[in-house]
């Protein structure tokens, strides 16, 4: 048993602990993570984002090479979902190195192994062979993650049941699959799947698909969705899940019963808090895992603090590294900095892609706030044409006497990178946040770009 002490310890290596560990370092902390992985990154980097994407990127080129004359006679055209998915695996390495690297040159210590509070101010980590460390810090930050959640009557044992971390180990090719959850996650696990053609079928547990979205996104989503071959069930929970030798059968409350090769548990969630300690510290935990804590991230013991998903909303990575640095800044200078997390995009990785900042029509109508639309479809721009990816829009919401602009949507091939145009302008203070900039700007041609001229131009037609 060996027995250290830090200015600060980190629990988890993922977004949030690593913009924490680098704020802390850089502000000449002594600074030590502890992570159950081997390697840092996360579930980010090795179970969740990283891979789910690049997976998402290597089914569209597959989709994209059957088109190609030829193609389907090559022996070799028609890849199992395991080959599909060690595609991920070069990306993850190469994140791995560069995040390992970043712990290096900042002189953090990292330490594997489980963590758990014997103290307000001391931690055991079991080591994987056995071994404990027992490791002292003046203040903690705790950004542990988060696991899918498993309802304690659903055998995730079964060959045939999947969670969104171990669906990455599915070998063969489901013809057809069950979606339980149409979340974000849900969401898009079911758009690569049906992308690669599997009979699909979404189970959503509320009455729309993505409700905190705007509206005309939502139903763009739910029309191409259903477009591809996908059937959403609304309003429906799931009485009880049955795993057999040829496939799954869900019974759902409503009387309904569906089969399919695999089920895909998605509904939700849960906070990694469990077995650290924390309750003997009198730091909350709600019924997910989740850590309560203050605007300052902060649990109910000062000098822990908690961010990412272990704290719940907005469970992003973008997000969790924001959070991480806002705590540690709070840490080490007593600031607290929350102004550049009020407006968080959100990046939805369906087919088409989905991204959102700002306010919705739904909420500025409830407000009251008197506003305008702007629109360019994507149909109608030339590099759209050029590519062929011609489905999907951009939607400004402004002002309609000042011309501000309130939220900017969406929906089509690479909306999560063309949102951050009208997130950058959103954010600038007083009359500098204006629709004219879009007006007024010269874009490259042929560009997505220029979507925000013609939308601009949409909506000021609309004002009089």
Not at 155 to 160: C, E, G, K, S, V
Not at 228 to 238: A, D, Q, S, V, W
Not at 276 to 290: F, H, K, P, V
Not at 341 to 362: L, N, W
Request: aromatic share 8%; charged share 20%.
């Amino acid at each position: 048993m060996s027995s250290r002490s830090f200015d600060v310890i980190v629990i988890g290596s993922g977004p949030g602990g690593e913009g924490a560990a680098m704020k802390c370092a850089k502000e000449g902390r002594s600074v030590c993570v502890v992570d159950m992985r081997h390697q840092v990154g996360g579930a980010c980097t090795h179970t969740a984002t990283i891979p789910s994407k690049a997976l998402r990127h290597a089914i569209q080129r597959f989709v994209e090479m059957r088109h190609v004359p030829g193609f389907r006679a090559s022996p070799d055209a028609q890849p199992s979902f395991g080959d599909l998915t060690r595609t991920a695996s070069s990306v993850i390495a190469r994140q791995t190195d560069m995040r390992q690297t970043f712990y290096e040159r900042n002189k953090v210590e990292v330490v594997e192994g489980r963590a758990r509070f014997l103290d307000e101010n001391t931690l055991e980590v079991g080591q994987p062979k056995g071994a404990i460390d027992v490791l002292t810090a003046k203040a903690f930050i705790i950004a542990s993650g988060s696991r899918p959640y498993h309802p304690p009557d659903v055998d995730f044992t079964h060959p045939r049941v999947y969670d969104s971390d171990t669906i990455l180990t599915m070998e063969e090719m489901p013809q057809s699959m069950i979606v339980y959850g149409a979340g974000v996650i849900g969401c898009e696990w079911g758009s690569m799947f049906r992308m690669l053609g599997v009979k699909l079928n979404l189970i959503n547990t509320r009455d729309k698909l993505l409700s905190f979205l705007d509206d005309e996104i939502v139903d763009a989503l739910a029309y191409h969705l259903r477009d591809m071959g996908c059937l959403i069930r609304h309003n429906e929970e799931y009485e009880r899940v049955e795993g057999q030798d040829d496939g799954v059968v869900l019974h759902l409350k409503s009387g309904k019963k569906i089969k399919a090769d695999v089920l895909l548990w998605a509904n939700g969630r849960t906070g990694n808090s469990n077995g650290m300690g924390l309750e003997e510290l009198g730091i909350a935990i709600d019924s997910r895992g989740n850590i309560k804590v203050n605007e300052a991230y902060q649990t109910s013991v000062p000098h822990i603090y908690a961010v990412g998903d272990v704290v719940g909303f907005p469970s992003l990575a973008s997000a969790a590294y924001d959070q991480g640095r806002f705590a540690a800044t709070h840490l080490v200078e007593g600031r607290l900095e929350t102004k550049l997390v009020e407006d968080i995009p959100t990046g939805i990785y369906t087919s088409p892609e989905i991204s959102s900042v700002g306010k919705t029509e739904r909420e500025l109508t409830k407000a009251g706030i008197p506003y305008e639309v702007g629109h360019a479809q994507f149909k109608s721009l030339a590099r759209a044409q050029i590519t062929g990816r011609t489905v999907g829009m951009l939607k400004i919401l402004f002002h309609r006497e000042t011309l501000e602009l309130l939220g900017v949507h969406c929906f089509g091939d690479n909306a999560s990178e063309i949102i951050h145009i009208g997130q950058a302008i959103m954010s600038q203070e007083g009359k500098a946040n204006t629709l004219l900039y879009f007006v007024n700007t010269t874009f490259n041609y042929p560009t997505m770009a220029e979507a925000y001229r013609v939308a601009a131009l949409n909506g000021l037609n609309r004002v009089f």
